[in-house]
Nanobody
Framework: QVQLKESGGGSVQAGGALRLSCAAS????????MGWFRQARGKEREFVSA????????DYAESAKGRFTIIRDNLKNTVYLDMKSLKPEDTAVYYC?????????????????????WGQGTQVTVSS
């Protein structure tokens, strides 16, 4: 079992930047693939980015490529999402997720069903 806690959300103007953090409890963090998803009001949860258990492999949604960067610090049990050039359409609740089978898979997951543990989310609001 792992608990995830997101932080770093807030309100920014278009073009601004934010760093989201996700702190994980437990001793197995370094074996988990980690992902970021987001859910805008009235929409389904969508994939944003993911990083492999060892930090070597990453994946991004098309909307995030070139603007967002995912990194992890296994010593701190934390994964980050650096977001820049934010747009109003990035407004959503951002969730951190852990795939506890990550180190046995050839790639990071992009579907919510591939993740076993979720944080409670952090709100990001981008105004125009």
């Amino acid at each position: 079992q792992v608990q995830l806690k997101e932080s770093g959300g807030g309100s920014v103007q278009a073009g601004g930047a934010l760093r989201l953090s996700c702190a994980a409890s437990g001793r197995s963090f370094s074996r988990y693939n980690m992902g970021w998803f987001r859910q805008a009001r009235g929409k389904e949860r969508e994939f944003v980015s993911a990083i492999s258990w060892n930090g070597i492999s990453t994946d991004y949604a098309e909307s995030a490529k070139g603007r967002f960067t995912i990194i992890r610090d296994n010593l701190k049990n934390t994964v980050y999402l650096d977001m820049k050039s934010l747009k109003p359409e990035d407004t959503a609740v951002y969730y951190c997720a852990a795939d506890s089978l990550g180190n046995s898979k050839p790639r990071v997951g992009v579907l919510p069903t591939e993740y076993h543990f979720w944080g409670q989310g952090t709100q990001v609001t981008v105004s125009s």
